[in-house]
């Protein structure tokens, strides 16, 4: 399971994006592994357990430049998340993502470099 958030002009952006240096291209990379080191620790932390398992399942991965995948993958991650009909939701994922804190300076920063190279 994992939550996908579509970027208008992503396209565009990651045009712009192969234009840049390889030091702020870094930096990006860098501000989206921290970024997803966060989400994964407050999902972990939000995350009910019983077994362990769910709670160890919950991953990151950069896919490409600019692109950030959160997920857990035990089977059954969705039901927990979203619930069934016998059983009331208890969201992780997207708390953990909709946290202010998630949203690191260094995330800030990186792209505020990002965006005024490109402007240029």
Known sequence: MS???????LQELKHKFDRLSG????????ALETVGKEIV??????APVRTGRLRDSIY???LYELALEVGA?????????YGTWKAHAQPFLRPAL??????????????????EEVCR
């Not at 030091?23 to 860098?30: D, F, L, Q, V, Y």
């Not at 620790?41 to 939000?46: F, M």
């Not at 993958?73 to 998340?81: D, I, K, Q, R, T």
């Open 3 to 9: 939550l996908e958030i579509e970027v208008l002009g």
């Open 23 to 30: 030091e702020n291209k870094r930096a990006i990379n860098e």
């Open 41 to 46: 620790y407050e999902a972990q932390r939000l």
């Open 60 to 62: 990151y991965m950069i």
């Open 73 to 81: 993958s035990a089977p059954y991650a969705l039901f927990v998340e």
């Open 98 to 115: 909709q946290d202010g804190r998630v949203v690191t300076e260094n995330l800030r920063k990186a792209i505020q470099q990002f965006v």
